[in-house]
């Protein structure tokens, strides 16, 4: 998509606090280990970062976008990280250790395992690899080379989409169906998987409990990418429990994990073969996918935190900030809104701001222009088509809804005839 568009609880407490108390109160300190501060000099001694490298910061009313940094992490999580970053671990030894304590969080079918990834596409990548190769050390190396394996996977056409790069990366061949008649004709014994972009359920003819169901009377697995359908939480083990085999999800966005992080749910066997394929293993195709024992703890963290949320709250609160701004906009003359959610992808508070053009001489994408460009710069879209103002407020920051009412309701009076 477009811009546009092995620690005691004291050692944990300290650090948390410092991490903390950093936060909130500016301080230009770090933390180190039993909690203490030190001073930085040199770069980030102003308390930012981005500003001294002459990057500008922006408020996010786009949402979980990887190209604006995904999510902003919980504190408690940086502060894992940060005791993660201490110590020496074998890395394999991690990833096991971790995927089961998630599956044990996630309360996932028997016979499922977990593996932080690092992200969604890495995930892609890696269980589909896993499939490919088995634990088979000739292919691993050989990938993508796929002689000796099945070299298909099935997609619905509607399904296609950038991300699917991540599948082609591995040889395979991507067979395009849109029918189940043609779903029947594509099977042949060189389909290693079928594929499935949740996002794209509504659109397919094929829907997401069906697909399946027809993969696994083939004896085929069957992946599904949900990057980023989080909330609800209980997607996070429904696709499991439809019994998909493979499921990919992003650590970096609602979950508000690392965001060079992502998730890979599964069947036991091919969540280890995924392993496999991937870092910090050398002569594979993820090996380029590394992922850190500090992301990996992180994970971990984000995970708990998120599944001990009030997310009914957290959802009435994304809508009052989107009331706020409604409120705001809608008294110059001309203007509504409206309040579409999608219905799985980012299925949070979702706001379109439309306006008469004849009252207002300007697009929705010359208004997200100026917006961006200003100080403060805020980040909403104009949509697929540039046909709305499109933002939602659950990466906002608290007051920033304020901000938003008042740098649009400037930008459109300047407009207004």
């Known amino acids: 998509m477009a811009f546009n568009d092995s620690w005691n609880r004291r050692t944990f407490l300290g650090t948390l606090g410092a991490l903390v108390g950093t936060i909130f109160s500016g301080r230009k300190a770090f933390a180190f280990p039993g909690g203490k501060a030190a ?58 250790a971790a995927g089961k304590r998630i599956a044990e969080m996630l309360k996932l079918p028997e016979g499922y395992g977990a593996l932080v990834t690092s992200g969604a596409a890495a995930a892609m990548q890696s269980g589909l690899a896993g499939i490919l190769t088995g634990d088979n050390p000739k292919f691993i190396e050989q990938l993508p080379d796929l002689t000796g394996m099945k070299s298909e996977v099935i997609i619905q056409k509607s399904h296609r989409n950038p991300f699917d790069h991540q599948l082609r990366s591995t040889g395979v061949k991507l067979v395009v169906i849109e029918s189940r008649d043609d779903l029947k004709k594509a099977i042949n014994p060189q389909t290693a998987m079928m594929h499935f972009s949740n996002f794209a359920d509504t659109e397919g003819q094929i829907k997401v409990e069906e697909w399946v169901k027809l993969a696994h009377e083939n004896q085929i697995p069957a992946f599904i990418d ?16 439809m019994g998909y085999d ?10 508000r994990g690392p965001q060079c992080a992502g998730l890979l749910v599964g069947k036991k066997d091919l969540v280890a073969y995924a392993l496999l ?8 195709l993820g090996r380029s996918q590394k992922v850190g024992k500090e992301e990996i703890v992180g994970m971990v963290k984000a995970l708990e935190s998120y599944l001990k949320e009030d997310h009914e709250v957290l959802n009435k609160e994304w809508q009052r900030r989107l009331d706020f701004i409604s409120g705001q906009v ?88």
């Open 39 to 96: 001073s930085v000099s040199g770069f980030g001694a102003t308390g930012n970062v981005y500003e001294e490298l002459g990057v500008t910061t922006v408020i996010n009313g786009q949402g979980t976008m990887t190209v604006l940094g995904g999510s902003l992490m919980r504190p408690e999580v940086e502060a894992a990280m940060a005791m993660a970053g201490r110590h020496f671990v074998s890395i394999p030894e991690l990833e096991v």
């Open 226 to 241: 949900a990057a980023a359908d989080t909330p609800p939480v209980s997607h996070l083990w429904d696709y499991a429990n």
């Open 246 to 255: 493979l499921v990919a999800f992003s650590g970096g966005k609602a979950i």
């Open 277 to 284: 394929n991937n870092s910090p293993h050398e002569d594979t």
């Open 330 to 417: 809608t008294k110059i003359p001309g203007v509504t809104t409206s309040f579409p959610a999608p219905e799985i992808a980012n299925h949070v508070p979702h706001m379109h701001i439309k306006w008469d053009s004849a009252r207002i001489a300007l697009t929705p994408r010359e208004a997200t222009t100026a917006l961006r460009s200003g100080k403060p710069s805020v980040v909403l879209s104009s949509g697929e088509h540039g046909e709305a103002l499109s933002m939602n407020s659950f990466m906002l920051q608290p007051g920033e809804e304020k901000i938003i009412a008042r740098e649009l309701v400037k930008v459109l009076k300047s407009h207004a005839a």
